[in-house]
């Protein structure tokens, strides 16, 4: 049991770091289409990957952990209610849509939706004013290929986790 639980901390530190280490390489990647808001996401990946190989509320830790760290790091305080309204929504549907018999990149792909949503949310709070809706179709799109991609990816880290531990077990 002791082996067990020194294993888990050491999973769910390395899923933090690795969380935190994406979103600072992301930092340093020009990725422009001249629309702001839109990221590849990589730190998503890890998010993605912990709801299916750890207990949900280590998964949710990681999250937001990651939001924090990365926002007080590379950001500021508007960066930190974006990221964490948007994180926050798009992790309560992709539990919710774990337990459906939905792929692991359709999850993925709702999460890169609703994170875009909760961004859209806050940004209308923050700004005072619905207009900023209007710009949500473009973000629904990139949303959906980023949450594609990171899904894709999440995938074969997860099938790669269950191999090694069906492994172990025999």
């Given at each position: 049991?002791?082996?067990?639980?020194?294993?888990?901390?050491?999973?769910?530190?390395?899923?933090?770091?690795?969380?935190?280490?994406?979103?600072?390489?992301?930092?340093?990647?020009?990725?422009?289409?001249?629309?702001?808001?839109?990221?590849?996401?990589?730190?998503?990946?890890?998010?993605?990957?912990?709801?299916?190989?750890?207990?949900?509320?280590?998964?949710?830790?990681i999250a937001v952990i990651r939001i924090f760290l990365a926002g007080l790091t590379f950001g500021n305080f508007y960066s930190i209610s974006y990221s964490l309204c948007g994180g926050l929504l798009s992790f309560a549907v992709m539990l919710l849509a774990r337990k459906t018999k939905l792929s692991i990149i359709g999850v993925s792909m709702l999460g890169g939706?609703?994170?875009?949503?909760?961004?859209?949310?806050?940004?209308a709070i923050l700004m005072q004013t619905v207009r900023i809706v209007y710009y949500f179709p473009v973000l629904l799109i990139a949303g959906l290929a980023t949450g594609?991609?990171?899904?894709?990816?999440?995938?074969?880290?997860?099938?790669?986790?269950?191999?090694?531990?069906?492994?172990?077990?025999?």
């Open positions: 049991m002791k082996n067990s639980k020194v294993k888990n901390t050491a999973l769910f530190a390395m899923m933090v770091a690795l969380a935190f280490t994406f979103s600072y390489l992301e930092s340093l990647i020009p990725f422009n289409f001249g629309i702001p808001g839109i990221k590849l996401g990589f730190a998503n990946l890890v998010i993605v990957v912990a709801l299916y190989i750890m207990k949900p509320s280590y998964a949710f830790a939706i609703f994170h875009n949503l909760g961004q859209i949310i806050m940004a594609f991609l990171i899904g894709t990816i999440s995938k074969i880290i997860i099938d790669r986790f269950k191999k090694i531990s069906k492994n172990k077990t025999e």
